[in-house]
């Protein structure tokens, strides 16, 4: 026999009240509807439940009966709804590709995910713009962090959620490291230092761009596998960057002069069923 739970619920209010007006006034219906709905219950059961008289309404055996019963099956489907929600949050995964983790901006993201979104499974990786593009759109990927001025193909949102300063890291004993701010043409005859294209190339179209704009085209640092840090330490070359990014002892990084623009971080996401609106909501802008 399929009992409706919303009567079974109808039912324990009646019974705590025992008073058709009242139990009919703490589930928001009217009392005519509230006797028709114990009725049907009444009906389904093949017993009543409840003796009406003068005097008031009282359970009857079968009421008596009925009564832990229909306790139990109300409290087991909370529990289950509960349990059930408990796993789903469990479950829940967002695949996110921040491109370098040690930068302050993907740091932030993913610190503002993990205080906002306890429950959310973090599977994070840093494999370029290009990698970033072709598996948000085959949706292996929720969330991309990148630079704002990469490609963004079609089927693919987009939203800047911060603007950072820039500056370029020297090494200890450059000439240009005791200045207050070094503009890009002082750094003409520098060799500079870009990462790998395949890895954030719209980072490398920035650079040349600025220093197109300061009236010279970068000579390139041969190396593609060394680290940035240990080229500049060693006096090889410079590099444009974050003001945030973190150098070791050795590196004095000094603030660009005005007239550079800040670089923007985009957030990206594919528009489909798997859109993660939560961690959208959450990384809306950062400080």
């Known amino acids: 026999m399929d009992v409706d739970l919303r009567l079974v619920r109808y039912f324990l209010v009646m019974a705590e009240e025992l008073h058709f007006t009242a139990a009919a006034r703490r589930l928001y219906v ?8 114990i009725r049907r219950l009444e009906a389904q059961l ?8 003068p005097r008031g309404v009282t359970l009857t055996a079968a009421g008596d009966a009925f009564l832990p019963h229909a306790r139990g099956a109300l409290e087991a489907i909370r529990s289950g709804v509960a349990d ?17 983790t040690n930068l302050a901006t993907p740091r932030a993201v993913l610190a503002r995910l993990r205080d906002r979104l306890p429950s959310f499974r973090l599977v994070i990786t840093s494999r370029g713009t290009h990698d970033q593009q072709q598996r948000l759109l085959a949706g292996e990927l929720d969330l991309a962090l990148c630079g704002s001025t990469a ?3 079609d089927g693919v949102m987009q939203r800047i959620i ?12 450059h000439p240009l490291a005791s200045a207050e701010a070094v503009a890009v043409r002082e750094l003409t005859d520098e060799l500079h230092y870009l990462p790998p294209d395949e890895l954030a190339p719209e980072w490398n179209e920035f650079v040349i761009a600025c220093c197109r704009t300061a009236g010279f085209a970068p000579r390139r640092h041969p ?9 500049v330490r060693a006096g090889e070359c410079v590099a444009l ?3 945030s990014t973190p150098y070791p002892r050795g590196v004095v990084v000094r603030p660009l002069a005005a007239g550079v623009p800040p670089y923007g971080w985009s957030l990206r996401w594919r528009d489909s069923p798997r859109t993660p609106a939560a961690a959208l909501a959450v990384l809306r802008t950062l400080d």
């Open 46 to 53: 093949g017993s009543q439940l409840f003796d009406r008289s």
């Open 151 to 153: 490609r963004c193909p």
């Open 84 to 100: 059930a929600t408990a796993a789903a949050q469990r479950d829940q995964v967002l695949r996110i590709d921040v491109l370098q």
């Open 162 to 173: 911060r603007r950072e300063a820039l500056g370029v890291a020297l090494p200890a004993g």
């Open 241 to 243: 960057g974050l003001l």
């Open 223 to 231: 190396a593609t596998r060394s680290s940035a840090a240990d080229l």
């Open 30 to 37: 009217s009392q005519p509807a509230l006797s028709n709905q």
